[in-house]
């Protein structure tokens, strides 16, 4: 017995710490194919990227994600096209038509050496992500568990769709997301580039859509921005939002409007406007010429403006010059005549399935894309027409909007795959799924989505929900029980994620500037200002405020109001040198009340505020919705000044974040 304790421990001296079994990473997704064997492969001394001497630039592009992946983890790399006595391991990168034939499948061996092989580029990128999550660091040692793994994506259409015309995401911002959805297989970015609110691209001979003041991307940024995307295997779906979803389009050109004299105002575009064809032909040219892909959206969402096409002189000659009976057939008309305009640039078009009215005529071109959004009705009958989908489902995809705010539960969207639609829903937390049945279904994948909300919010409710409609949609569900995988994703997801960039809110440090005791961080203009466990700003006349004593920039202010209803006035102003000028120019006034929150629901009870000033732009959340927004060219920073004229306006548990610049 002795004997075979020392045999036993002369072995694990031969193999050393690195030969030990390491602990299995999580990988996201799960690939197709895996099994793990004893030991691992150290990278404590560095490593060495190899390539064949023939490499194309593309691998060697893959290659420096590889060697900033490796850093990033705090491990020396360097790429060569030959193996040398060089300190480290070996990783080697390779285009092998033997591999495995799925043009975005791979393989990866962990052994002696890392081996990582693909039939294309795109293979070669995702085994690249794969190794860089399989890195494990434990006591400081870094090192790769020994595994041989093959994989590949069931869909091939696997996507996030943004909107930053809702509330500005920055350049830098985009640049990170591009990255965090790389980093799990996301291969589409479907990016929104106008609404009701503005439009956020450049459009050359169209000043009017960018009016000064408001922020947008140039055409040039906007091309950097697909050069960055490509890098890492991410395709940049450009989406303008027509003949609806127009209003600031149509402040600045109201001769593209179909608005007929009093009847209420519905923003949508004229067909029977020529001027607003050339228009639209210059946009399709130039947003093609910005954005390679090849698909192109045009929205074509809630129309619900349409019926002023009824009752407009230039939309009734648009419908008796192409002999349609209805308002639907008018709409299939206009939908085709932007598709050949679409087609006309060499892309394929991408609706909205409110452009679905099968039965009117004429029939909407064959070739048309379809995201569905709102119901498992609107899916099907597309699905038993033939038509080929995209699934957006708003339950449980909607990860961040204004409507549904934060979205379903992890749980749910874990649920979820492709190939269902919500059939019906009681609350967050129960959710039917229906399957679609169609025979000739032609269902491409799916794409989480964010709406309307400020981008670091958006972002954390993006993250880790994102990451699993990211696996979802690489292989059609989940491996495991949901409590396993939801803890394991929880505890290993910032670390990945942090490396690219992102920020974890939850362990910002957070400043009390209120949790009930005394104002010893505030300035009380009038000497009425009360504190109990809440303090009150009352007033019989003249607004009362309270000023922090400390200046703050680039900030995340959370509070509780209790206003008690319409007719008190209660704000925040930020970059207020003077607290008692209210109307100093310099200042920014975000008003607690008004338009969204003048509801009922808000009066009378505490109410849970969320105020974040990023640079030029400021926003405020209410009950989890935007309620305000101000993007203009200053950047906000001053004292943080609370105000009231209502008679016992409240506020309690307010707390501050202070967040980096680099974090806009």
Same mark, same amino acid.
């Given at each position: 017995?002795?004997?075979?304790?020392?045999?036993?421990?002369?072995?694990?001296?031969?193999?050393?710490?690195?030969?030990?079994?390491?602990?299995?990473?999580?990988?996201?997704?799960?690939?197709?194919?895996?099994?793990?064997?004893?030991?691992?492969?150290?990278?404590?001394?560095?490593?060495?990227?190899?390539?064949?001497?023939?490499?194309?630039?593309?691998?060697?592009?893959?290659?420096?994600i590889?060697?900033?992946?490796l850093?990033?983890?705090?491990?020396?790399?360097?790429?060569?096209?030959?193996?040398d006595?060089?300190?480290?391991?070996t990783?080697?990168?390779?285009?092998?038509?033997?591999?495995?034939?799925?043009?975005?499948?791979?393989?990866?061996?962990?052994?002696?050496?890392?081996?990582?092989?693909?039939?294309?580029?795109?293979?070669?990128?995702?085994?690249?992500q794969?190794?860089?999550?399989?890195?494990?660091?434990?006591?400081?040692?870094?090192?790769?568990?020994?595994?041989?793994?093959?994989?590949?994506?069931?869909?091939?259409?696997?996507?996030?769709m943004?909107?930053?015309?809702?509330?500005?995401?920055?350049?830098?911002?985009?640049?990170?997301?591009?990255?965090?959805?790389?980093?799990?297989?996301?291969?589409?970015?479907?990016?929104?580039?106008?609404?009701?609110?503005?439009?956020?691209?450049?459009?050359?001979?169209?000043?009017g859509?960018?009016?000064?003041?408001?922020?947008?991307?140039?055409?040039?940024e906007?091309?950097?921005?697909?050069?960055?995307?490509?890098?890492?295997?991410?395709?940049?779906?450009p989406?303008?939002?027509?003949p609806?979803?127009?209003?600031?389009?149509?402040?600045?050109?109201?001769?593209?409007?179909?608005?007929?004299?009093n009847?209420?105002?519905?923003?949508?575009?004229?067909?029977?406007?020529?001027?607003?064809?050339?228009?639209?032909?210059?946009?399709?040219?130039?947003?093609?010429?910005?954005?390679?892909?090849?698909?192109?959206?045009?929205?074509?969402?809630?129309?619900?403006?349409?019926?002023?096409w009824?009752?407009?002189?230039?939309?009734?000659?648009?419908?008796?010059?192409?002999?349609?009976?209805?308002?639907?057939?008018?709409?299939?008309?206009?939908?085709n005549?932007?598709?050949?305009?679409?087609?006309?640039?060499?892309?394929?078009?991408?609706?909205?399935?409110?452009?679905?009215?099968?039965?009117?005529?004429?029939?909407?071109?064959?070739?048309?894309?379809?995201?569905?959004?709102?119901?498992?009705a609107?899916?099907?009958?597309l699905?038993?027409a033939?038509?080929?989908?995209?699934?957006?489902?708003?339950?449980?995809?909607?990860l961040?909007?204004?409507?549904?705010?934060?979205?379903?539960?992890?749980?749910?969207?874990?649920?979820?795959?492709?190939?269902?639609?919500?059939?019906?829903?009681?609350?967050?937390?129960?959710?039917?799924?229906?399957?679609?049945?169609?025979?000739?279904?032609?269902?491409?994948?799916?794409?989480?989505?964010?709406?309307?909300?400020?981008?670091?919010?958006?972002?954390?409710?993006?993250?880790?929900?994102?990451?699993?409609?990211?696996?979802?949609?690489?292989?059609?569900?989940?491996?495991?029980?949901?409590?396993?995988?939801?803890?394991?994703?929880?505890?290993?997801?910032?670390?990945?994620?942090?490396?690219?960039?992102?920020?974890?809110?939850?362990?910002?440090p957070? /400043?009390?500037?209120?949790? =009930? %005791?005394? *104002? $010893? #961080?505030? @300035?009380?203009?009038?000497p009425? +200002?009360?504190? &109990?466990? !809440?303090?009150?700003?009352?007033?019989?006349?003249?607004?009362?405020?309270?000023?922090?004593?400390?200046?703050?920039?680039?900030?995340?202010?959370?509070?509780?109001?209790?206003?008690?209803?319409?007719?008190?006035?209660?704000?925040?102003?930020?970059?207020?040198?003077?607290?008692?000028?209210?109307?100093?120019?310099?200042?920014? /006034?975000?008003?607690?009340? =008004? %338009?969204? *929150? $003048? #509801?009922? @629901?808000?009066?009378?009870?505490? +109410?849970?505020? &969320?105020? !974040?000033?990023?640079?030029s732009?400021?926003?405020?959340?209410?009950?989890?919705?935007?309620?305000w927004?101000?993007?203009?060219?200053?950047?906000?920073?001053?004292?943080?000044?609370?105000?009231?004229?209502?008679?016992?306006?409240?506020?309690?548990?307010?707390?501050?974040?202070?967040?980096?610049?680099?974090?806009?």
């Amino acid at each position: 017995m002795r004997i075979g304790i020392a045999l036993l421990a002369l072995a694990m001296i031969r193999l050393g710490a690195a030969e030990l079994p390491a602990r299995r990473p999580f990988l996201l997704p799960a690939p197709q194919r895996l099994a793990y064997q004893a030991g691992s492969l150290s990278l404590d001394a560095g490593a060495t990227v190899l390539l064949d001497p023939n490499a194309s630039p593309r691998v060697h592009e893959i290659a420096e994600i590889l060697i900033e992946g490796l850093r990033a983890n705090g491990i020396d790399g360097r790429i060569a096209a030959r193996a040398d006595s060089a300190p480290g391991s070996t990783i080697r990168l390779s285009l092998q038509t033997s591999a495995n034939s799925h043009p975005e499948g791979y393989e990866i061996q962990v052994g002696d050496d890392a081996v990582l092989k693909a039939p294309e580029a795109t293979g070669l990128l995702w085994s690249v992500q794969t190794l860089l999550q399989a890195v494990q660091v434990t006591d400081g040692h870094q090192s790769l568990p020994h595994l041989q793994l093959t994989d590949w994506p069931l869909r091939p259409w696997r996507g996030l769709m943004i909107d930053p015309p809702g509330v500005h995401m920055q350049i830098s911002y985009l640049q990170r997301l591009i990255r965090e959805i790389s980093a799990y297989k996301l291969n589409i970015l479907h990016l929104g580039l106008t609404d009701d609110d503005s439009w956020c691209v450049e459009i050359k001979g169209y000043p009017g859509v960018t009016p000064p003041g408001l922020p947008f991307y140039t055409q040039a940024e906007l091309k950097e921005l697909v050069a960055y995307a490509r890098r890492f295997g991410v395709e940049i779906i450009p989406c303008i939002g027509i003949p609806g979803h127009c209003d600031a389009l149509l402040a600045a050109y109201p001769e593209f409007s179909s608005q007929v004299p009093n009847l209420p105002y519905q923003g949508i575009g004229n067909p029977g406007k020529s001027e607003y064809w050339d228009f639209l032909r210059s946009v399709i040219h130039q947003i093609a010429e910005i954005f390679p892909s090849p698909v192109l959206d045009t929205g074509m969402a809630e129309p619900f403006g349409i019926q002023q096409w009824l009752k407009n002189p230039d939309c009734q000659r648009y419908r008796a010059e192409h002999g349609v009976d209805d308002i639907y057939g008018m709409f299939n008309q206009f939908t085709n005549d932007v598709d050949a305009l679409v087609r006309k640039e060499g892309r394929q078009m991408i609706v909205a399935n409110d452009a679905l009215h099968l039965d009117a005529r004429p029939a909407l071109n064959d070739d048309i894309i379809y995201y569905v959004w709102d119901s498992y009705a609107s899916a099907s009958a597309l699905a038993n027409a033939g038509r080929t989908i995209v699934n957006i489902g708003r339950h449980p995809l909607y990860l961040s909007s204004f409507g549904l705010r934060d979205g379903d539960s992890m749980e749910q969207v874990w649920r979820w795959d492709p190939a269902v639609f919500a059939s019906s829903q009681d609350n967050h937390d129960v959710i039917l799924y229906a399957p679609l049945s169609a025979k000739n279904l032609n269902l491409r994948g799916g794409e989480a989505v964010q709406f309307v909300s400020e981008p670091g919010l958006a972002e954390r409710r993006l993250f880790p929900r994102t990451l699993i409609v990211a696996e979802a949609l690489w292989r059609d569900g989940h491996p495991g029980p949901f409590s396993e995988y939801s803890e394991r994703l929880e505890t290993e997801y910032p670390k990945r994620l942090r490396q690219l960039g992102w920020t974890d809110f939850n362990s910002l440090p957070i /400043i009390s500037l209120f949790d =009930g %005791g005394n *104002l $010893d #961080r505030w @300035t009380a203009i009038d000497p009425s +200002v009360k504190v &109990e466990d !809440t303090f009150i700003v009352p007033s019989a006349g003249p607004l009362a405020s309270l000023s922090t004593k400390a200046a703050y920039a680039d900030f995340d202010l959370t509070f509780e109001a209790f206003i008690a209803g319409p007719n008190e006035k209660a704000m925040v102003q930020i970059r207020c040198t003077d607290a008692r000028q209210l109307a100093d120019e310099s200042g920014t /006034i975000v008003p607690l009340q =008004g %338009g969204y *929150l $003048d #509801r009922q @629901t808000f009066w009378g009870k505490w +109410v849970d505020f &969320e105020l !974040t000033a990023r640079g030029s732009i400021v926003t405020l959340t209410t009950a989890g919705g935007l309620a305000w927004k101000n993007e203009n060219s200053q950047h906000r920073a001053g004292p943080i000044t609370l105000w009231s004229n209502g008679a016992s306006t409240r506020f309690r548990n307010i707390n501050l974040r202070e967040l980096s610049p680099d974090d806009r």
